[in-house]
């Protein structure tokens, strides 16, 4: 049977920070036969900064042992209401991912798995990755991956809380 990685990027969604704050994050799904990774189906939730933060950090990682595929340009007068440039993003992050998720090199990276599985934020992505979580990359993917879900269970909630204060003590 034929390995394949679907990849897509949608639901396009304004998050307000505050008044005059706001970012547009995008649902990311992967569905896969793949044996690299841990779950089969998933969609997170990730904005264009922590794909930013991605890039460097495979960058880290791979050295210079493989090339890394271009984000699209970061366009200080993006608007969040002009649908052909949101669009023209969510294609270029899309062809980010797929080159990136067919990359040997890059698909051993534990930090990748944890972008497009979980929905860590980049600091515990990082503490995980580095061995400095009470769960391990996979116990990770599994519990706080959406899925299909829209809430977290309460013991994830509590995974979330214990780690927390883990990392605080350290």
Request: charged share 30%; with cysteine; glycine share 2%.
């Amino acid at each position: 049977m034929q390995e394949f990685t679907g990849v897509w990027v949608r639901d396009p969604r304004i998050q307000k920070e505050d008044f005059w704050h706001a970012y547009m994050d995008y649902e990311i799904c992967i569905h896969t036969n793949s044996l690299a990774f841990t779950k089969k189906s998933s969609c997170v939730r990730r904005r264009y900064s922590e794909f930013v933060w991605l890039r460097k950090k495979l960058q880290e990682n791979a050295m210079l042992i493989t090339h890394l595929p271009r984000l699209p340009p970061k366009n200080p007068f993006f608007s969040l209401n002009n649908a052909r440039e949101i669009g023209a993003r969510m294609e270029g992050l899309r062809k980010f991912l797929e080159e990136v998720v067919h990359s040997p090199v890059l698909l051993s990276d534990s930090c990748l798995h944890l972008f497009l599985q979980s929905q860590l934020s980049v600091k515990k992505i990082e503490a995980c990755a580095e061995g400095r979580s009470r769960y391990t990359v996979s116990e990770a993917i599994h519990s706080f991956a959406s899925g299909n879900k829209r809430f977290e269970s309460q013991s994830e909630e509590s995974m979330e809380e214990e780690d927390d204060m883990h990392c605080e003590s350290e």
